[in-house]
């Protein structure tokens, strides 16, 4: 993987992820996540959406002027939304009836149009699908990660309910790691979701500040090393 | 071209106009597509939820092609209501209806009454109340939904439909009162309203096509 893809991959995922660090798409981000399933369903609708409006309006991008390109970009994101919703719909209906209106409120989510208009429409397609499946598995990584941390403190089990989003082979996936009654309950309730969030940015920001001074206290290190040597 | 920079020139739009219009014909295309299985998902979906409140011997008929829409003016909400037939006769009522007074919003449940307004069953098919608390409402967290089975609402059967911390002769669930009422309320106006519907509920038509809420 050549740097400049491997750059693209850090920025989604870690550097600039749109739920840790551009902190876009806050909505559905803290209103789905009450279990790791929820989390994983928006997720990956999600991700659809996102890598297949870059690809659009990769492929497009020629073709519209600058002064209708974001009415452009809303049609094209519009559309593909109620694409997948409807498809949703149709084979995953119990995971598209507990998703409800979160799904076609993926047309509201900043981050992609964020995408379209800061990145797509100036890069070929290939470059821009990379970065949409980039960003959107940042994005679902984040509310697979909130889902599983509320729904383990709230009702102590983990990927519950896994059979509605899989297929019934997935039921073996759920966890139960506690007895119910054990259950925090501010984790599942909208609070819960603020803070968990909190938590995860403040343990983000952690590890970041730590990377940025690591590697001069390996230098510092290797230093004292060699003039030890 | 300095200042009318900003005036939209019609040839930009054309381009425009020619994505809305792909875009249309594509979601067009995919609701012809889906359009039957989403319906038929929908009908598996309130079937399987009609079958958990009924037992399969209880009606001959397909409950998801006969209902009736009922306005409940306890609650001031439509409720829909399915027709159980066992050999032509009336056999049972399935009201599906939404009480709003929820600690946090709609409460959805489906009361399976016999053709005289005795309850049957009551499920709750959808809630948005405090988790470990008024979700224990739910059949899979408590059995408080089992005490309205044999129940009927009405001055016969001398029954006070309420919480006993309000004075009534439900059990009710600690710190989730509200929800409680919520329910009992919903249940006795289906039971009401079972009990004086007149006959003519058993013969009107129902609606050509079964459109779940």
Same mark, same amino acid.
């Given at each position: 993987?050549?740097?400049?893809?491997?750059?693209?991959?850090?920025?989604?995922?870690?550097?600039? $992820?749109p739920g840790?660090?551009?902190?876009?798409g806050l909505c559905p981000l803290l209103a789905v996540t009450t279990s790791a399933v929820n989390g994983l369903g928006l997720g990956i609708a999600t991700l659809l959406v996102l890598?297949? @409006? $870059?690809?659009?309006?990769?492929?497009?991008?020629?073709?519209?002027?600058? =002064?209708?390109? /974001?009415?452009?970009?809303?049609? /094209? /994101?519009? @559309?593909?939304v109620?694409?997948i919703d409807?498809l949703m719909q149709?084979w995953l209906h119990e995971l598209s009836v507990r998703l409800g209106i979160f799904i076609p409120l993926i047309v509201t989510n900043?981050t /992609?149009?964020?995408?379209?208009?800061?990145?797509?429409?100036?890069?070929?397609?290939?470059?821009?699908?990379?970065?949409?499946?980039?960003?959107g598995l940042g994005f679902a990584l984040i509310l697979i990660v909130l889902g599983g941390v509320r729904e383990l403190l709230g009702q102590g089990t983990l990927m519950a309910g896994a059979d509605l989003l899989l297929g019934s082979?997935a039921a073996?996936l759920s966890l139960r790691l506690?007895?119910e009654?054990?259950g925090f309950l501010l984790a599942l309730l909208p609070p819960g979701a603020f803070i968990t969030l909190?938590?995860l940015?403040?343990?983000?920001?952690?590890?970041?500040?730590?990377?940025?001074?690591?590697?001069?206290?390996?230098?510092? @290190?290797?230093?004292?090393? =060699? @003039?030890?040597? | 071209?300095?200042?009318?920079?900003?005036?939209?020139?019609?040839?930009?739009?054309?381009?425009?106009?020619?994505?809305?219009?792909?875009?249309?014909?594509?979601?067009?295309?995919?609701?012809?597509?889906?359009?039957?299985?989403?319906?038929?998902?929908?009908?598996?979906r309130?079937?399987?939820?009609?079958?958990?409140?009924? #037992? #399969?011997?209880?009606?001959?008929?397909?409950?998801?092609?006969?209902?009736?829409?009922?306005?409940?003016?306890?609650?001031?909400?439509?409720?829909?209501?399915?027709?159980?037939?066992?050999?032509?006769? #009336?056999?049972?009522?399935?009201?599906?209806?939404?009480?709003?007074?929820?600690?946090s919003g709609?409460?959805?449940?489906?009361?399976?009454?016999?053709?005289?307004? &005795?309850?049957?069953?009551?499920?709750?098919l959808q809630h948005r109340e405090t988790p470990g608390?008024?979700d224990?409402?739910e &059949?899979g967290r408590?059995?408080?939904?089992?005490?309205?089975?044999?129940?009927?609402?009405?001055?016969?059967?001398?029954?006070?439909?309420?919480?006993?911390?309000?004075?009534?002769?439900?059990?009710?669930?600690?710190?989730?009162?509200?929800?409680?009422?919520?329910?009992?309320?919903?249940?006795?106006?289906?039971?009401?309203?079972?009990?004086?519907?007149?006959?003519?509920?058993?013969?009107?038509?129902?609606?050509?096509?079964?459109?779940?809420?």
């Amino acid at each position: 993987m050549n740097p400049a893809r491997r750059q693209l991959w850090r920025q989604g995922l870690w550097e600039a $992820n749109p739920g840790l660090v551009q902190l876009l798409g806050l909505c559905p981000l803290l209103a789905v996540t009450t279990s790791a399933v929820n989390g994983l369903g928006l997720g990956i609708a999600t991700l659809l959406v996102l890598a297949m @409006t $870059n690809l659009a309006v990769s492929l497009l991008r020629h073709q519209f002027r600058p =002064e209708i390109r /974001i009415p452009a970009f809303v049609i /094209i /994101i519009a @559309t593909l939304v109620t694409l997948i919703d409807l498809l949703m719909q149709a084979w995953l209906h119990e995971l598209s009836v507990r998703l409800g209106i979160f799904i076609p409120l993926i047309v509201t989510n900043c981050t /992609i149009l964020a995408r379209a208009e800061a990145f797509a429409s100036r890069q070929p397609p290939s470059r821009a699908l990379e970065d949409g499946l980039a960003q959107g598995l940042g994005f679902a990584l984040i509310l697979i990660v909130l889902g599983g941390v509320r729904e383990l403190l709230g009702q102590g089990t983990l990927m519950a309910g896994a059979d509605l989003l899989l297929g019934s082979w997935a039921a073996g996936l759920s966890l139960r790691l506690m007895p119910e009654s054990w259950g925090f309950l501010l984790a599942l309730l909208p609070p819960g979701a603020f803070i968990t969030l909190g938590l995860l940015l403040a343990l983000h920001q952690a590890i970041v500040q730590r990377q940025k001074q690591h590697p001069a206290s390996l230098t510092a @290190t290797e230093k004292f090393q =060699e @003039t030890d040597a | 071209m300095s200042t009318t920079r900003n005036t939209i020139r019609w040839t930009s739009v054309l381009p425009l106009a020619g994505l809305g219009l792909a875009a249309a014909l594509l979601l067009a295309a995919v609701n012809e597509g889906t359009a039957e299985r989403i319906e038929r998902e929908r009908d598996a979906r309130v079937m399987r939820e009609l079958a958990r409140a009924l #037992p #399969p011997e209880r009606h001959d008929n397909d409950l998801t092609r006969d209902w009736v829409d009922e306005r409940l003016d306890e609650l001031g909400t439509v409720a829909r209501v399915y027709r159980a037939r066992l050999g032509g006769q #009336p056999s049972a009522l399935l009201v599906d209806l939404t009480t709003p007074r929820g600690y946090s919003g709609n409460i959805r449940l489906l009361v399976a009454m016999e053709p005289d307004g &005795r309850v049957l069953r009551v499920d709750v098919l959808q809630h948005r109340e405090t988790p470990g608390l008024g979700d224990q409402i739910e &059949r899979g967290r408590s059995g408080w939904l089992n005490q309205f089975a044999g129940r009927r609402a009405g001055l016969d059967d001398n029954e006070r439909w309420a919480v006993n911390k309000r004075g009534g002769d439900f059990d009710g669930l600690s710190n989730a009162t509200i929800t409680v009422q919520a329910v009992i309320e919903a249940v006795d106006a289906a039971s009401r309203w079972a009990r004086q519907a007149p006959e003519a509920l058993w013969v009107r038509p129902s609606p050509d096509e079964a459109t779940p809420p």
